[in-house]
Structure formats: structure tokens, C-alpha cells
């Protein structure tokens, strides 16, 4: 359902098949609410996500309640997008399987990437100030969200006082992925950018039981690029500088981690 989120993530190559591939959705499942592409999702008590996305305190009966709230899926092709900026805000979405990039689009037309998100992360949290999104957020590969309609959590949440503190917590850590946003595009040169990417990366494998030194990036170079304020050159230049040094193995999108601690102190 909900999860704290680390600045930069992209699913890899090494996920086990159930989780890699989009869920598959019983042609007998029951499409609910307004959109056509909702279907019945998955109860989160019983979710193979659940340890990632809610509290662990939470008891049977305040997983039922999280149950009869979460009630549908949306998939989402590659390319196509969860919401636009501007989109009237109704509800948070949670990365069942797949990847997403969160964007921005500057006045003369430019995309600006603000984050990458993966399974058990959440999306949407932008659009809670304002009642309408400020951002596009577009599927990186085939994908599905779980769909958790806003006024009902906030009621849940009144009830459930681990949830409540899970949201808040949601709040705080994109806060806090904001600022170091800040200070790696202000403070780093592109060396340190494109490292600080790899080991994040790497960190937020291994906390889902992945590998941590190989993985499949489902962002483009130019895409990291976008995120990392660098131009694609640049990025290439990065990742070619650290094969030679012997710290990655880059092989298109497969990346294999050779040295970490080299890595971490560049």
C-alpha cells in the first residue's frame, strides 16, 4: 500500500518472475469504481508487498479496514501516464509492480524528472496541498498501482493511529528526498551525482531482498540525466569513467556494482 521512498530507484533485471512481470488480473475480476481500467485488487493482508508498503503493528481487524479501503488495481502500460499535472486529486496510488518517473515540464516545454519510484512506493502524495496534481508520473515498463482513494484513508486514519504515523512519515521523507535533491544537483560534481545514484540504488535493492551490485535500469541515460541535472554525454562519460576504474560493469542497462566501497568514496 504506502511506503517511505528513497530519492532513486528502477526496478533490475534480477527481480524474482512474480515480482518483475505485471500481475496478472483474472478475466473474471470485477471492474470497480468510475475507471474502466480499475479492477478488484488483491487484499493487503494478504499481499507479498505488504511488509514494504503498511505498518507491521497493524492488527486483523485494522487490516481489514485497510482491505475493504484498497479495494481495486489500475495497470498502466510503459509510456502512458498515471495522472497529469493538473488532474484533480482523488486518491494515492502504490506501485504493485513496475516503475514510474515523476516529471515536471519547465514553461519553454522541457521534462524535468523528480524521482523514480518502484514497487511499494507511493504515488500521488503531491496533489494532497492543492486538490489537483502537480506533475505527471508516466509507467517506465507495463506496471500497476493499487488505488487508495484519499478521503477514505484520512478516515481510516483517524481510526488507526500506526497509519496515521505512516503517513506522516510519508510526508516527512519526501520532504527530506526534496532537500537532498537539492544538494546533490547544488553540491556534487557529476562524479558524485551519478555515484550517489548507483549506491541508492543499490541501497534500496537490497532492503526488497534483491541484489544489491546487479541490477536492470528501466530509465534511459537520458532520463538519469534529466534527474541528475547532467546532459546524456555526461552521464555516459560517468558510467564509461567508472568501467575503467573498475567500480561498475555497465553493459546497456544491466549494471553490475565491482566495487562498492570504491564507489562510496568517490
Given at each position: 500500500m504506502l511506503a517511505v521512498t528513497d530519492p532513486v530507484i528502477a526496478p533490475g533485471s534480477d527481480l524474482p518472475a512474480a515480482r518483475a512481470r505485471v500481475v496478472p488480473i483474472h478475466p473474471l475480476a470485477r471492474t470497480t469504481g468510475t475507471d474502466p481500467a480499475a479492477r478488484r485488487a488483491p487484499r493487503c493482508s494478504a499481499c507479498a508487498m505488504r511488509a514494504l508498503c503498511i505498518p507491521a503493528e497493524l492488527n486483523a481487524e485494522e487490516l481489514a479496514k485497510l482491505d475493504a479501503i484498497i479495494c481495486s488495481t489500475r495497470p498502466v502500460r510503459r509510456g502512458d501516464a498515471l495522472y497529469r499535472a493538473g488532474d484533480a486529486f482523488h486518491s494515492l496510488y502504490a506501485v504493485r509492480a513496475g516503475s514510474?518517473?515523476?516529471?515536471?515540464?519547465?514553461?519553454?516545454?522541457?521534462e524535468h524528472v523528480t524521482g523514480?519510484?518502484?514497487?511499494?512506493?507511493?504515488?500521488?502524495?503531491?496533489?494532497?496541498?492543492?486538490?489537483?496534481?502537480?506533475?505527471?508520473?508516466?509507467?517506465?515498463?507495463?506496471?500497476?498501482?493499487?488505488i487508495i482513494p484519499f478521503a477514505q484513508l484520512e478516515a481510516a486514519c483517524r481510526e488507526?493511529?500506526?497509519?496515521?504515523?505512516?503517513?506522516?512519515q510519508m510526508m516527512s521523507s519526501e520532504i527530506v528526498r526534496e532537500s537532498s535533491q537539492m544538494m546533490l544537483l547544488g553540491t556534487m560534481t557529476a562524479e558524485q551525482?551519478?555515484?550517489?545514484?548507483?549506491?541508492?540504488l543499490s541501497r534500496r535493492f537490497k532492503a526488497r531482498g534483491f541484489s544489491a551490485a546487479e541490477f536492470n535500469l528501466r530509465m534511459t541515460r537520458e532520463e538519469i540525466g534529466c534527474y541528475l541535472g547532467m546532459k546524456l554525454e555526461t552521464v555516459s562519460r560517468m558510467f564509461s569513467k567508472f568501467q575503467r576504474e573498475r567500480l561498475v560493469d555497465a553493459n546497456g542497462k544491466t549494471i553490475r556494482i565491482v566495487d562498492a566501497e570504491g564507489l562510496a568514496r568517490v
Open positions: 514510474f518517473k515523476s516529471i515536471v515540464m519547465h514553461r519553454d516545454g522541457r523514480f519510484q518502484i514497487a511499494g512506493e507511493a504515488l500521488g502524495l503531491d496533489g494532497i496541498g492543492t486538490a489537483q496534481h502537480n506533475g505527471d508520473a508516466i509507467a517506465l515498463e507495463d506496471s500497476v498501482v493499487c488507526i493511529k500506526p497509519l496515521q504515523h505512516h503517513i506522516y551525482r551519478v555515484a550517489t545514484f548507483l549506491l541508492n
